[in-house]
C-alpha cells in the first residue's frame, strides 16, 4: 500500500501490532514522510510517522 492511501477513516492493518487501525488525520511532511493519528480498537489513540520504507507492511483493511 502506498501512503497516498492513507486517508481519514480508513482502517490500516501494520501500523500498530494489536490488529487494523481507524485513521483519524494523515499529515503529508514532504513526500515521503506522513504522520498518522489513528484510534485502535485495543487501546488509546496513537500517532506514528510512516515513511516510503513502511508501505510494505501496511495493508489496507477499508477504506471510505
Given at each position: 500500500?502506498?501512503?497516498e492511501d492513507i486517508t481519514p477513516n480508513a482502517k490500516i492493518a501494520g501500523i500498530e501490532g494489536s490488529g487494523p487501525v ?43
Amino acid at each position: 500500500m502506498r501512503l497516498e492511501d492513507i486517508t481519514p477513516n480508513a482502517k490500516i492493518a501494520g501500523i500498530e501490532g494489536s490488529g487494523p487501525v481507524e485513521v483519524v488525520t494523515a499529515t503529508f511532511h514532504g513526500r515521503d514522510t506522513i504522520s498518522v493519528l489513528y484510534r485502535s480498537p485495543a487501546g488509546p489513540p496513537g500517532e506514528q510517522i510512516l515513511t516510503r520504507e513502511d508501505e510494505a507492511r501496511l495493508e489496507l483493511v477499508e477504506s471510505t
